[in-house]
């Protein structure tokens, strides 16, 4: 059964940080580049980071660039995501998801529930 369950958000204020974590199972873990996707209210899903599948290269959306820090630890078939220098435009469900490469673009699957993230003063 797949399952990537995300943990780690919650209330933090403007300049604060936080580490989401992803639990995954149910399929090859190690085999996959992995992604943090995001929902911000009343927006559609918005691409925010991916991390190869032997986790030596990242690439980052302009918006989080030097902010937050993806990583993985493929013997705990875990996905990480540090957040640092919060914004209230970062507000947003996070979900990790499951990178799929198909011809003319990439297909992102995710099967959690997310976890919120809500920066406010």
């Known amino acids: 059964e797949v399952q990537q369950v995300e943990s780690g958000g919650g209330l933090v204020q403007p300049g604060g940080s936080l580490r989401l974590s992803c639990a995954a199972s149910?399929?090859?873990?190690?085999?996959?580049?992995m992604s943090w996707v995001r929902q911000a209210p009343g927006k559609g899903l918005e691409w925010v980071s991916t991390?190869?599948?032997?986790?030596?290269?990242?690439s980052y959306a302009d918006s989080v660039k030097g902010r937050f820090t993806i990583s993985r630890d493929n013997a705990k078939n875990t996905l990480y995501l540090q957040m640092n220098s919060l914004k209230p435009e970062d507000t947003a469900v996070y979900y990790c998801?499951?990178?799929?490469?198909?011809?003319?673009?990439?297909?992102?699957?995710?099967w959690g529930q997310g976890t919120q993230v809500t920066v406010s003063s």
């Open positions: 998801a499951k990178r799929i490469d198909l011809a003319g673009g990439y297909e992102y699957h995710y």
């Open positions: 991390i190869n599948s032997g986790g030596g290269s990242t």
């Open positions: 149910g399929f090859t873990f190690s085999s996959y580049a």
